[in-house]
Nanobody
Framework: QLQIVESGGGLVQPGGSLRLSCAAS???????IGWFRQAPGKEYGGVSC????????IFVESVTGRFTISKDSAKNTVYLQMNNLKPEDTAVYYC??????????????????WGQGTQVTVSS
């Protein structure tokens, strides 16, 4: 059974940090993994991803230098380290997996399996 579980969201003050975790289970093939977010009243947007080759991409210019994606293969877990958080980072963050793509993709339809999402709220 394919399963994706995100964790690590919460309420944080501006300038604070959070680390989101995405634990994948049941996947027997290699995959690419992406982080997306959806702010209130807005569409899903790609944040970052890691391809099968380990290459990473940041899709949102405003998080460059603040967000970092990494992977612990032994734990089948991908992390999104978010530093210097800003109120505009407030959103539900989703982890998604694509079995069909090789390189990173920021396109929603490229991903087959999605987690339930974790809320990140940046507010003083």
């Amino acid at each position: 059974q394919l399963q994706i579980v995100e964790s690590g969201g919460g309420l944080v003050q501006p300038g604070g940090s959070l680390r989101l975790s995405c634990a994948a289970s049941g996947f027997t093939d290699d995959y690419i993994i992406g982080w997306f977010r959806q702010a209130p009243g807005k569409e899903y947007g790609g944040v970052s991803c890691m391809g099968r080759d380990g290459a990473t991409t940041i899709f949102v210019e405003s998080v460059t230098g603040r967000f970092t994606i990494s992977k612990d293969s032994a734990k089948n877990t991908v992390y999104l380290q978010m530093n210097n958080l800003k109120p505009e980072d407030t959103a539900v963050y989703y982890c998604a997996i694509s079995l069909g793509e090789y390189y990173c993709s920021g396109v929603v339809w490229a991903y087959d399996s999605w987690g339930q999402g974790t809320q990140v709220t940046v507010s003083s």
